[in-house]
């Protein structure tokens, strides 16, 4: 069997509208706004080239590289507004939107406990979410030893356990914010998906104990919810918590390898104050490792980079459609059930 996981995910955090960046308060904004300039022109570049080449792969690389560009120009010259609801959500909707998008991503999720952070976790319930989805998927996988009878109910419970883990997420995690921005309707969509309402999994989930038989990691809160002791909802909106970042959590300097393109980049903070850490230039280049070749500071990398403009990571220069592919991957993930 094949189970298709498409992105059941609207952007967390954003009813219906793509998350924008926004330079207000941020750092060093006029830097912000001429890095992420240059990320829109070299974009555009991208799209035009996949344009002439009638290439939907090179379409999907151009988007991504621009989400990868975009953050890392964030993370540079608004490093003190990362742990907002902004900046998660506009990290939930790359790893939504890019085929190949995981983590690690700089800054995300918030750390507990951190100033200015957004009111609700998004990052934390976005990561509960797909987890509940892979545990699912790696439950369905194991029930294989007993009689076909059997191995139909327990994979029923599965499907049960990993709705109700997504959905025990939301009310777990954060219980005051209204659902409906924080994924409700996206755990709705998973249950059309797999075919499983959490209205008929009550009897599922008291036969296969979701933690104890089937395996599955205890969910925020310790309940796992059936639609009969489902916690009553939330109605706060999302906003930004008391508190400042005063210096760069990860330093005035640092680098990360972004295992969607497998290039280095390294981030460097600017408009650090005297006492919070080196000035920083505000660039945020990349560098690659391996065969693919090299760059350096302010050098996209590797066979098909291009060069950035204005401190940005440059979206990479798309070539024929086999290279592409071979970079970013598939538009559809099948996993082999």
Request: proline share 5%; net charge negative; aromatic share 6%.
């Amino acid at each position: 069997m094949v189970r298709i996981l498409l992105p059941i995910f609207a952007a967390i955090g954003v009813a219906t509208a793509v998350v924008q960046l926004t330079t207000t308060g941020c750092s060093d904004s006029s830097g912000l706004q001429t890095c992420l300039n240059a990320v829109t022109a070299l974009t555009s570049k991208c799209l035009n080239q996949a344009d002439a080449d009638a290439s939907q792969l090179e379409t999907v690389a151009c988007g991504c590289t621009n989400y990868i560009s975009s953050y890392n120009c964030y993370a540079s010259h608004c490093w003190n507004r990362v742990n907002e609801c902004e900046y998660q959500s506009y990290i939930i909707e790359y790893l939504i939107n890019c085929p190949t998008a995981k983590t690690p991503v700089p800054y995300f999720p918030t750390p507990k406990g951190a100033p200015a952070a957004c009111s609700c976790n998004v990052g934390e319930v976005y990561e509960a979410i797909t987890g509940s989805i892979s545990q699912g998927t790696t439950c369905v996988n194991n029930q294989n030893g007993g009689d076909a009878f059997t191995n139909v109910q327990r994979i029923q419970g599965c499907e049960c356990c990993e709705v109700s883990a997504a959905l025990s997420s939301i009310y777990g995690i954060c219980p005051t914010t209204d659902p409906t921005l924080i994924g409700l309707n996206q755990v709705q969509s998973l249950e059309t998906n797999l075919n499983t309402p959490i209205d008929s999994c009550a009897p599922y989930i008291a036969k296969y104990p979701c933690e104890s038989d089937l395996g599955f990691p205890a969910v925020a809160g310790g309940t796992f919810y059936d639609a009969a002791n489902l916690a009553a909802s939330g109605t706060a909106t999302l906003s930004n918590g008391p508190g400042t970042v005063t210096a760069p959590a990860s330093g005035s300097v640092f680098t990360y390898t972004n295992p969607a393109d497998s290039q280095v980049y390294v981030i460097s903070a600017a408009g650090v104050k005297a006492g919070g850490g080196d000035s920083g230039s505000g660039n945020a280049a990349a560098t690659t490792t391996g065969s693919s070749g090299s760059g350096s500071s302010g050098v996209s990398g590797g066979s098909n980079g291009g060069t950035s403009t204005g401190g940005a990571a440059s979206p990479g220069k798309t070539g024929v459609a086999g290279q592409v592919s071979a970079r970013w991957g598939l538009l559809v993930v099948a996993v082999f059930s």
